[in-house]
């Protein structure tokens, strides 16, 4: 048994901005049922304090701040969660980077090395906790200085850094490098320092013992120039240390036999349950209750990553054509303008709800036909494994895990095929496989055939968590 302390700034239920969250809430249950002990330990942000029972475990004194320890369970499961509780930094609304009006939070450093350095006393057992953890799996930048901390002391546990994301990296100045008043020694090219700025990032990716990534495709794409952004060279470099490992979905929360946001349920062998509850998706969102017309819908943060300026270059063209669209996001504004503007011109065809709303998300997987998600880059995606779950079809581009994930249809794929998949980043590719998915949608055995192959395929945690597992016998 592994003594695992998981390091994350969101986790689902208690607060999620993105798939982070969908991760940090599923793995380490699904450890924990393999028999390992795991901790999570991540900040008390305002929204988890007021809501979420938790008692006292001590306080730690760091950088002359002094810090609360407090513990309470992740929802569901057994696992225990450590939050730290620092409410100068962290008793605020909105979202662990951004203020509730969408601004990032001007102290967003002083805050995550905060959190490091406590994972690191946490870590060294300097807490009075009397657990020493054999490995700390760190995720994403906000973590990335606890490898580099981590790196200082002897006796210490092994590192895993796990990236989900290379576009966000967590790069400042020098000076704030020297106002967090964080260890010179690591002030260097080959550590946190990257063309004289600090960047959170490079402590996880210079310093941890693992790196892994959320994909096998996006572990091979990040040492190149296009995906690695800067970084490609450290990362090829350290490549003997990487791996991709593909996420595993919470299979109890997204699944259509069971769900409780959802008007029907319904399951491969009653498929037909699936129509219900398009029909309360149609209603829903104001538009014309059409059984027949093939509903498209889209789930996420609107940034270029999504590919939503292919979406929106597309939309003219297919506001022409017998389909409807819904979607589910916020994010740039101006991808917010121009969405809402195609809404309010063509309303019997063109739904957007600007927000975030955890039911919707549901009923739009389990109420649409198809599934767009035409990403530039994607370390993994769940929607589209939610997708697939749900008997929805999705329509992704061939990178990361959704080229993991997804099998394309095509005239010989019939009994395997789960979607449709397309190569290149523009507009007349994307319109090529929305036309090629009408095809299909016209074809019902086929269409069937692939609804059914999509939501047989098994993406739970259960290969995934073995991965991490013999990764972490391995150190
Ligand atoms: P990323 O982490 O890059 O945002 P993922 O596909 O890994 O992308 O995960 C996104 C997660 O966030 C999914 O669970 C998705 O359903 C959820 N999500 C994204 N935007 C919204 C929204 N506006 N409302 C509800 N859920 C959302
Ligand atoms: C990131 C990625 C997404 C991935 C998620 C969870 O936010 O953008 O592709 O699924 O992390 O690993």
């Known amino acids: 048994m592994k003594k695992i302390l998981f390091a994350s700034s969101e986790t689902h239920p208690l607060i999620k901005t993105g798939g982070l969250a969908d991760v940090a809430g599923s793995l380490p249950a699904a450890l924990s049922e393999l028999g390992q002990d795991i901790r999570i330990i991540m900040p008390n942000y305002q929204a988890i304090k007021h809501q979420q029972p938790s008692r006292q475990l001590g306080s730690i004194m760091v950088n002359n701040c002094e810090v609360q320890l407090l513990e309470t369970v992740l929802p569901d ?36 090395a905060l959190f490091c350095r406590i994972v690191t006393e946490v870590a060294m057992n300097r807490v009075d906790l009397d657990w020493q953890p054999d490995v700390v799996h760190c995720n994403d930048w906000q973590t990335g200085l606890v490898p580099a901390l981590l790196s200082l002391e002897t006796q210490r546990p092994e590192t895993v850094f796990t990236i989900h994301n290379m576009a966000y990296q967590g790069t400042f100045d020098r000076d704030t490098y020297v106002q967090l008043n964080l260890p010179g020694q690591l002030w260097h090219p080959e550590g946190l320092e990257y063309h004289g700025m600090m960047s959170f990032i490079k402590g996880g990716l210079a310093f941890a013992d693992r790196i892994t990534t959320v994909s096998p495709t996006y572990a091979l794409e ?44 319904y399951s491969a062998s009653k498929l037909a349950d699936k129509q219900s509850n398009k029909t309360a998706l149609q209603q829903r969102m104001s538009l014309p209750v059409d059984e027949k017309i093939p509903l498209f819908g889209l789930i996420g943060r609107l940034v270029e990553q999504k590919g939503i300026d292919l979406v929106l270059s597309c939309l003219a063209e297919m506001v022409e054509m017998p389909l409807q669209f819904v979607l589910l996001g916020s994010g740039d504004k101006a991808y917010e303008q121009q969405l809402q503007g195609f809404a309010s011109q063509y309303p019997d065809k063109i739904a957007i709800n600007i927000g975030y709303n955890e039911s919707l998300a549901h009923q739009i ?20 494994m939610y997708s697939q779950r749900y008997g929805t079809l999705p329509i992704v581009r061939k990178t990361g895990g959704l080229a993991d994930t997804v099998i394309d249809a095509l005239p010989h794929t019939l009994n395997t095929a789960t979607g449709i998949v397309f190569n290149d980043a523009n507009p007349s590719a994307l319109m090529e496989a929305i036309k090629r998915s009408l095809v299909l949608f016209d074809n019902k055995t086929h269409w069937k055939k692939i609804q059914r192959n999509a939501m047989a395929k098994d993406f739970s945690w259960q290969n995934s968590a073995n991965q991490y597992l013999a990764l972490y016998q391995q150190l």
């Open 222 to 265: 990040i040492q190149t120039a296009e995906f690695g952004y800067g970084l490609e060279g450290l990362l090829s470099y350290r490549q003997d240390k990487l791996t991709g490992i593909i996420n595993g979905i919470d299979t109890a929360i997204w699944n259509p036999a069971t769900d409780a946001s959802l008007p029907q349920t």
């Open 77 to 112: 499961t057994n696992v225990t969660v450590w939050l730290v509780d620092y409410p100068p930094f962290f008793d605020f609304p909105g979202n662990p980077y951004v203020d509730a009006n969408g601004e990032a939070w001007p102290d967003i450093a002083d805050r995550f």
């Open 365 to 384: 997987e389990a109420g649409v036909d198809v599934f767009l998600m035409p990403s530039r880059f994607e370390p993994c995606g769940l929607n589209q």
